[in-house]
């Protein structure tokens, strides 16, 4: 029993990124159908499609990393004591830092964002 689903677990996560794909492609072609029935100029579809950039983007990952390091640090010291507190104080301590990581770094990228006065448009 356990072979046959070992053989099923590659081809079914093929077919589910092969189905992310497919689906992807499909709803950005509508969306570009949905612009032109619209009556969008070619100049007007090319700015709606222009990528913002988040010029803070590795500052903020580099954030939120740290953030789930002292968490996966503080869960495995909490839970040092015994084997059956190490189950509720690792996860809990991961997602809560982590959370809190996106928080600070939504807030910092913000903030550096008005500082040095980048459009978010």
């Known amino acids: 029993m356990e072979s046959i689903i070992a053989v099923f677990i590659p081809i079914i996560m093929i077919l589910i990124i092969g189905l992310g794909f497919v689906t992807f492609i499909y709803y950005r072609s509508r969306e570009r159908q949905m612009l032109i029935e619209k009556g969008l100029s070619a100049d007007e579809i090319k700015q709606f499609f222009e990528k913002k ?3 803070f983007i ?3 990952i580099g954030i939120i990393s740290i953030f789930f390091g002292i968490g996966l640090g ?3 010291i909490l839970g040092a ?3 059956g507190e190490r189950e ?3 996860p809990s301590s991961i ?3 982590t959370g809190l990581g ?3 770094a939504n807030i910092l990228g913000n903030k550096m964002r008005k500082q040095y006065k980048i459009d978010e448009a």
Do not use: A, E, N, T
């Open 81 to 83: 004591g015994s084997g």
């Open 58 to 60: 590795l500052f903020k």
């Open 102 to 104: 996106f928080v600070v």
């Open 74 to 76: 503080l869960g495995m």
């Open 95 to 97: 997602f809560i830092f």
């Open 88 to 90: 509720i104080w690792m």
């Open 53 to 55: 950039r988040d010029y």
